[in-house]
């Protein structure tokens, strides 16, 4: 009973580790992406889109494939690439995240335009895990690759 208490405890604390690392990511990559950003940019109507990769097999094959990110034009506006993150994380499935309810025909346009370099692309719906979190703003976007065909 002992140790199952002390694993409890060891995983909360992992899990606390976890949350401040992941918020330390998104606060460097903004602050650095800001730099990347045109004035006009800083509108409501900014769509961003963060790329997220399971480790580094795939920088490559991604970075230099970016043209297929920067050429989504939804409604006549180009989406910004945010800088493409290593998450270190076992990434099952291709997946475009959207974390604002009225994003999701903005997600589902993107994801067509997506379907055919990313197999498998699937829509995930992060509305309720993120609906009090106050630095995702209306048009931000991840895609989470697992592998992409060229």
Do not use: C
């Not at 829509?123 to 065909?149: A, C, D, P």
């Amino acid at each position: 009973m002992k140790f199952i208490l002390i694993a409890i405890i060891a995983a909360v604390s992992v899990n606390a580790q976890l949350d401040k690392l992941i918020q330390k990511n998104v606060d460097i990559s903004i602050k650095s992406s800001s730099k990347l950003l045109r004035s006009t940019d800083t509108t409501a109507n900014v769509l961003r889109l963060w790329i997220h990769l399971k480790d580094s097999t795939s920088l490559k094959a991604v970075s230099d494939s970016i043209d297929l990110f920067k050429r989504i034009k939804i409604q006549n506006t180009t989406i910004n690439v945010m800088p493409i993150q290593i998450v270190n994380k076992n990434i099952q499935t291709n997946e475009l995240r959207f974390f604002k309810e009225s994003d999701k025909l903005t997600a589902e346009e993107i994801a067509k335009d997506l379907k055919k370099s990313l197999p498998g692309l699937k829509l995930k719906n992060m509305t309720s895990q993120y609906r009090n979190i106050k630095w995702i703003q209306k048009g931000h976007f991840e895609i989470w690759i697992n592998r992409i065909v060229l």
